[in-house]
């Protein structure tokens, strides 16, 4: 773990100041990602950038790299999925203004009052996860295959047995 960050910032000062920090902080040290994780292994590696762009918004461009591990649910086993994440986060007072941000920047809430620095990265990674996680299927493993063509024959049509009964009479 690197501490080369405070762990309270203040967004729109940062941007003013056009700071930038970057680090590495435990999986297992983000309270949030922790439960919806198969084991809090690994280290995020990420780097942060304030600023203001030409048009006077102020942003946060985050890059985030991490391999999380999630349990697969279709096999149940743990696997390792990796998270590299390039964002642009443009600060906004009130959510009416994120309706005003350039094309490209994704709305961040700020207040002007400290926040956790951290937050941010883990609300990053909770939104990269996939909504049900999934082992890749490798070349030696059988990938589940479901028949959604046409039944053939009467045994599996659910009208078969009364098929047979009308063409008797």
Partial sequence: MSRDFPALV???????????????????????LRPLLGAADGEVEFAVGFGTDDAGYAFADLRIKAELMLRCQRTLEIFGFPV??????GLVAMEEDADALPEGYEPLLARDEPSPLMDLIEDELILALPLIAKKPVGPDEPAFEYETGPASGPSNHPFGALEALKSKN
């Fill in 84 to 89: 590299d994440l390039d964002v642009r986060l």
């Fill in 10 to 32: 203040n967004f729109w000062r940062l941007a003013q100041a056009r700071r930038e920090y970057q680090g590495t902080w435990p999986v297992g040290r983000l309270e949030r």
